[in-house]
């Protein structure tokens, strides 16, 4: 891309340059790289720019040193002013104006917050503090360990892409930033590229939980987390928390009301039923109790969300929704069918059709 189209970031407020956001080291839930202007402007990246309402309390809660009650108590304009700067890739900290980079879609955005003078001077001691350390953790963790390969977000995604497995388990012992680039191709424009991560994010989340439970249990709530808001999508967020689910369906299963509630959502409701059946399958005694609540959903409107259904209800071995899955047999709507790393196409019909051989033999049907 040419250097017309592809900018530097500056500050809204003062127009200096400004640094790459830095991972923080609070271990807080759903929080987001942040940095400071040197005019005392605090910035929050939301990488995938589908969070922007947590981005913005991000920056204003950083800027308050961390203090939730200082920062609940401003008022805009009055006690803050706040800017948003928008199409910034945090991989090469640019700003792409057209929105596409290296034939990838850019849609991170910087959120500033810009304290009045008078509480910048209570807090911005305490915030560069924070930034140092987190500028120390980060140089230290930077550097792989002797003889181990440090791998660019390039690399790792390529890796994804060609659904290296294996090699991407490995990369997991030893590069801490495989979690945060697997969640960032979440938000890929690829389809398939989008199931590829969440699919290898469960596998990894289920190797990385082994030894430090509590840091998955943090991902799955920010990935929970990042699909309520207004107008969001889901894109990979709601498949990468079914797959973490499933792959310790014991030490995660207290998310799972959290994928019901989603199925109130229009928009979400074929993602959920996706999550929902892809736990069915390992650990189907956990979705069961549930079973009566999809059998409305065979006669939705949305043919994924009746192909889905049939999928979940087959792996569940649901004998109640036999007769309404005779009915669909002659449905001829296709929906995408993830498996094993590979898309195609499947009508609600087939679906259908193989919920029913596998309630013949008790045996749930595989793939998402």
């Excluded at 503090?129 to 977000?153: N, V």
């Amino acid at each position: 891309m040419s250097k017309e189209l592809a900018l530097k970031p500056t500050c809204p407020f003062c127009g200096l340059p400004v640094a790459r956001p830095k991972e923080q080291v609070t271990r807080r839930p759903n929080e987001m790289p942040v940095e400071s202007c040197s005019c005392g402007a605090v910035y929050a990246c939301d990488i995938t720019g589908h969070n922007l309402g947590a981005a913005f309390i991000e920056a204003l809660v950083f800027s308050c040193n961390l203090d939730w009650d200082l920062a609940w108590g401003l008022l805009p304009e009055e006690d803050y002013l706040e800017k948003l700067v928008e199409n910034y890739d945090y991989e090469t900290h640019l700003i792409v104006p057209g929105g596409f980079y290296e034939g990838r879609r850019i849609s991170g955005a910087l959120y500033f917050v810009k304290l009045h003078p008078d509480i910048l001077e209570v807090t911005r001691q305490g915030v560069q503090k924070k930034l140092a350390r987190a500028a120390a953790i980060s140089s230290q963790t930077s550097t792989a360990p002797p003889g181990e390969k440090k791998f660019t977000k390039k690399e790792i995604e390529a890796l994804v892409n060609e659904y290296q497995v294996e090699t991407l388990l490995n990369i997991a012992r030893s590069e801490r930033r495989l979690i945060r680039e697997l969640q960032r191709l979440l938000y890929a424009g690829d389809e398939l590229l989008r199931f590829r991560a969440a699919d290898i994010l469960g596998k990894v989340a289920a190797f990385i939980a082994q030894k430090d439970p509590e840091n998955i249990a943090r991902l799955l709530q920010r990935l929970l987390t990042s699909v309520t808001g207004p107008g969001s999508s889901g894109w990979g967020a709601i498949d990468a928390a079914g797959a973490i689910i499933a792959s310790l369906p014991e030490t995660f299963a207290g998310y799972i009301p959290a994928l019901y509630q989603l199925l109130a959502d229009t928009t979400l409701r074929p993602q959920a039923l996706r999550a929902i059946g892809s736990i069915a399958r390992v650990k189907p005694g956990l979705i069961r109790p549930a079973c009566l609540r999809f059998l409305p959903f065979l006669q939705d409107p949305d043919p994924a969300t009746r192909g889905y259904t049939a999928w979940l209800l087959g792996n569940l071995s649901a004998a109640a929704a036999r007769d309404m899955l005779r009915g669909l047999q002659d449905d001829g709507q296709p929906v995408t069918f993830y498996d094993s790393g590979n898309l195609q196409k499947k009508t609600v019909a087939q679906l259908a059709s193989e919920a029913l051989a596998k309630m013949e033999v008790g045996e749930p049907v595989h793939g998402y």
